[in-house]
Each structure stands twice: as structure tokens, then as C-alpha cells.
């Protein structure tokens, strides 16, 4: 079921946003009485066609749908007739070229201002900016970091969720920063701590980089107490029910799930005798095998247990986020431009070595993020499906022939020129463009397969 669901979510989200992408093209084209001629969802062989419109445009659909085109009359490809050379691309003015070509990338960018302002108005949930255990020896911990702190503002920007304290850090520990974290303790007292991120190295960021900062979501603890047993895994052999109170683990006193989790991921295929509560009745000890299960090639315990949550203390650690719609309109433009503007930088310091190339994703992973967040319901959905429409307007405006933003340097050239680019020009750029978009494909598939490989 989870990869049905995967493979559903991320051809939904592959096909409503190459859609979105074609659509801007098609409309701005139309608007400058540009004769379409194919609108095609994908490449490659079509599966469907059907044709509408007073110009019998063909819509296709493609047998490979890793992306679309939309195919205007032009000259260049074959001859026309007199009567609709007004209406060919190249007898355009530069400026309605430009228009038409900017107008994909621009779809992007507006389908997601659209969707974060669904998202801002409706109310979006996160956790709490509670610190939870600062590790000893980290940035946090020379920052004076005290558990139970609230994040206030990162640089005088409000922080209002966890994710906003993320992004926020996120984007300053790339640029090697130093910031000043407004926290608030829980007697309602401000204070400032500077945390220096310019010591985290590429591979850090890669990973959970707040933990190599020393910075933990606060958890209330949590009892020993068995909420729920996995039929047929370790502990249901091993006799466990649901509600028992696990007391010791061998010879040590246990008073927090937290070293049930860790006697049992360090034990893979030991027995650990567990002492345990039950109702009225004596303490008695049962023995549980943990199986055994790789992560990150590392062979770890598990005995299909969790715990008994309170959850009138998880609801206090969350809160939701929610703006008026003059206000979400605003809050829409300015995090589309953030991002937007935080992937050039991520990309530029890919190139230049200041960041992992490990953060390239390819269509593997993308679509292991599509079947998560449809997972965690329309909201996460939503929030990933403008993220990657942000990606699919920046990357394709990035000056590389065979893109828009390849398209868009000829006709800036030809703005200074006040004639085109030589097609002899052109065909060079395009080799050149399909050599440097296989290597980012290279790179993007390799990390996909590492990924898998590495859990």
C-alpha cells in the first residue's frame, strides 16, 4: 500500500505541475496570437491525443512523462503559410518571446504562492520552539542553551515552529553565520545567546545539522508503559501485553521509555529479561529476543512495543499558525522568494564546494517525499508540492541551453545585439546544455541510489 500510494502521489504531483509549467507557455503564447500547435505531457511516443480549440491544438500525452513541451508555429521547423506567418515564435518581438518563454517558470512560482496561501489561511499545525537536551561540547552548549527555552526570534524574525526555527537556522549556517537566538524560559524571562554555525562542516549539513549544533526538540518523558504490541514480533512472543510497566531490564531500574528504546536497539538477537508490572498482580520477569533490523547499515533491535502516550501533554507541544488573507498573501510572496532565492545560494555553493553535492535529489527520492507527506495528510502534501514547484521554476531558469533560462540568455543577448543568436551558436549551446544537464542527472540518480543503498 505505501508504495501505491507513493507512486500515485508523485505522479500527481509530477503531472499537476509539468501541467502548471506547460499552461503558463500555452496561455502567455495565446495572449500574443502565437499559433500552439502540441501541448504534450511528457516525451517520446504519444499514448493519448486529443485535439480542441479553434487551432486543433494537439493535447498529448507522452509515454515518458519526466516532463512537456508546448510546440508553437515557427518557421524554423518546417514552412507555413502565408496567411499565419503573423502568427509564427520567431516573427515575434524579442519582448513577446521573452514573455512567452518566462511565463513556465513564473506558473511555478505563482501555483506556489497560490498554495502557501491555501496553506496560511487554512492554518498550518507545528511544534512548539521548545529546547529540549543540549548536547555537551556544541555550539548550543558554549551558546548557554537551557533545556525547557522557547525560541522567540532567530535575527529579529518571529519564530513561531519548530520549522520556522529550522529554516531559519538553516539558511544562516550555510552562509557561516553567527545570530542571535531570542529565547524565552519558562518564567517568561527573554535572553539572547549567540550561536556561531560557521563551524559546521558540509557533511553536517547533509544531515540533522541542529543536532550537530547541540539543539533538541524538547519531549516530555515518557512512562515505561507499554501502549500497543506489534502482532507477531518480539514482544507478543515473548509474552508482553498492552498496559504492562516495565520496571528493570536485567539488573537496571528502568523509569523512561527512552532506555527501553536503547537495552533494546543495542541487543539485536540477545535476550534481555525484562521485569515487569501487571495490574495487581506480583512484579514477574518475561524474556524477549529482540529482532534484528538494518538502518544505515547498522544492525539494530526492535521488538514491535510502543508506548502508552499521554497525549494531553504531545497537543501542549503543538501549536498552529494561521494569518489573515491580506496577511497570507504577503507571508505566500515572501516565503516563495526565500526559497527561491536560498536554492540559487545552495546551488552556488554546491558548485564551489561549500556544500555536499549529496543534496541533489533525483526523481527517486522526490518521489519517496511525495508518498510521505500524502501520508501525513494535504497539508504536508501541499507544502511539498509548492517546494517542488519552486524548484522546477528555479532550475528552470538557470542559464543552461535546452532550458528556459537558456532561452532567455539568447534573447537578453539579442536585446544588447539587436539581432539574434547565430543558429550555429545555438546548436553549440544545446550540446553543451545537454552535457551539463546528464551530469546534474548523473549526480542527482547516483544520490538517489546511495540513499537507498545506505537506508
Not at 331 to 339: E, F, M
Amino acid at each position: 500500500m505505501n508504495l501505491i500510494t507513493t507512486i500515485a502521489a508523485f505522479a500527481l504531483a509530477l503531472g499537476l505541475l509539468i501541467v502548471v509549467h506547460e499552461l503558463g507557455h500555452y496561455v502567455i503564447a495565446r495572449l500574443c496570437n502565437v499559433k500552439v500547435l502540441r501541448f504534450s505531457i511528457g516525451f517520446g511516443r504519444a499514448v493519448a491525443v486529443r485535439r480542441f480549440g479553434r487551432d486543433q491544438t494537439e493535447w498529448v500525452l507522452a509515454a515518458f512523462p519526466l516532463g512537456g513541451y508546448v510546440k508553437m508555429l515557427d518557421e524554423r521547423e518546417g514552412e507555413v503559410a502565408a496567411h499565419e506567418l503573423a502568427r509564427t515564435f520567431n516573427r515575434q518581438s524579442v519582448y513577446r518571446r521573452l514573455a512567452i518563454v518566462v511565463a513556465g517558470p513564473a506558473a511555478n512560482f505563482l501555483f506556489a504562492i497560490a498554495a502557501y496561501w491555501i496553506l496560511f489561511v487554512h492554518g498550518v499545525p507545528g511544534m512548539k520552539p521548545l529546547i529540549g537536551a543540549v548536547m555537551p561540547a556544541t555550539p548550543a552548549a558554549v551558546a548557554r542553551f537551557t533545556p525547557g527555552e522557547t525560541i522567540v526570534k532567530i535575527d529579529d524574525e518571529p519564530v513561531a515552529t519548530w520549522q520556522d526555527a529550522r529554516w531559519l537556522l538553516l539558511k544562516r549556517a550555510v552562509q557561516k553565520a553567527t545570530v542571535t537566538v531570542e529565547v524565552r524560559n519558562a518564567r517568561g524571562e527573554i535572553n539572547w545567546r549567540r550561536l556561531d554555525l560557521s563551524r559546521l562542516s558540509a557533511q553536517e549539513l547533509d544531515g540533522d545539522f541542529l543536532r550537530a549544533l547541540g539543539l533538541t526538540r524538547y519531549q516530555p518523558a515518557v512512562a515505561p508503559v507499554i501502549g500497543h504490541i506489534v502482532a507477531g514480533g518480539a514482544a507478543e512472543r515473548g509474552g508482553l501485553r498492552a498496559g504492562d510497566r516495565i520496571v528493570a531490564i536485567g539488573k537496571q531500574g528502568v523509569d523512561r521509555w527512552e532506555q527501553v528504546v536503547e537495552a533494546v536497539r543495542g541487543n539485536p538477537l540477545s535476550p534481555l529479561v525484562l521485569e515487569i508490572e501487571r495490574g495487581a498482580t506480583p512484579p514477574q520477569r518475561v524474556t524477549v529476543i529482540p529482532d534484528a533490523v538494518v538502518e544505515n547499515g547498522q544492525k539494530l533491535g526492535r521488538i514491535g512495543a510502543a508506548p502508552r502516550i499521554d497525549r494531553a501533554a504531545i497537543a501542549g507541544l503543538f501549536t498552529e499558525v494561521r494569518y489573515s488573507p491580506w496577511e497570507a498573501v504577503l507571508k505566500s510572496l515572501d516565503k516563495t522568494w526565500d526559497t527561491s532565492v536560498f536554492s540559487l545560494k545552495m546551488l552556488g555553493k554546491m558548485i564551489v564546494g561549500e556544500v555536499s553535492l549529496k543534496n541533489l535529489s533525483g526523481p527517486i527520492t522526490i518521489a519517496d517525499y511525495a508518498g510521505q507527506s500524502a501520508q501525513s495528510g494535504w497539508i504536508a502534501y501541499l507544502f511539498f508540492l509548492a517546494l517542488i514547484s519552486i524548484s522546477l521554476g528555479v532550475l528552470n531558469l538557470l542559464p543552461i541551453p535546452l532550458l528556459d533560462g537558456g532561452h532567455l540568455m539568447y534573447y537578453i543577448l539579442e536585446v544588447f545585439k539587436g539581432s539574434p543568436v547565430s543558429d550555429r551558436a545555438i546548436e553549440i549551446g544545446q550540446h553543451v546544455g545537454m552535457a551539463l544537464l546528464f551530469t546534474l542527472m548523473a549526480f542527482a540518480l547516483y544520490n538517489d541510489i546511495n540513499r537507498l543503498i545506505s537506508g
